[in-house]
């Protein structure tokens, strides 16, 4: 009679706690990339919040100084809700297009808000002045047409553009 080998009790045990173990391995490497997984969305998503809540906009209308309209006089905000913006000229940029599309310096300004930081509900004033050395680009007069992009550091541009009249002798725009 020929003699096998019987599989014990012993031996199956062993099996089956190798199983359960590599299954728990598996499960926890499973959930880790799960959780990374969410939390990547989440911050994704709080991000994509932030950024859609953080714009600057036009409030109000923009006036002219004179009828050259190389200094301009505008208020801004942030809708309610929003994210506050810093209007310090490293976090703020406002640039300005003239009749041909070609973006010019940014110019001088000033603003009004008291701590240079603007929080939802509050207005700034920004007087901006158009600063170049050609002086065709100095000025916007009648008939001209322009274009401010205002870029915060956070969050979408603001896009401005406007149309002075023909018969346009200082004052808002509308």
Known sequence: ?????AFSGLEAAIVLIAFVVVAA????VMLGAGF???QK????TYSGIKQAT????????????????QNMIFWLSIPEGGQAQSLATADLSILFTKNDG??????????TAPDSLLSPGEKA???????NNDPA?????????????IKPKTGASTLISKNLGTGYIGGPIY
Do not use: H
């Not at 009679?1 to 080998?5: I, L, Q, V």
């Not at 391995?25 to 926890?28: E, K, T």
């Open 41 to 44: 969305s989440q911050e994704v």
């Open 36 to 38: 990374f997984a969410t």
């Open 1 to 5: 009679m020929k003699k096998e080998a």
């Open 25 to 28: 391995v598996f499960s926890y």
């Open 137 to 149: 680009v100095q000025s916007v007069g009648p008939g001209d047409w322009f274009t401010l992009e």
């Open 54 to 69: 953080s714009n600057l906009v036009l409030d109000g209308q923009i006036y002219g100084v004179s009828t050259t309209f």
């Open 102 to 111: 070609a973006v010019w310096d940014q110019g001088s300004r000033i603003s």
């Open 125 to 131: 004033k920004i007087t901006f002045t158009i600063r």
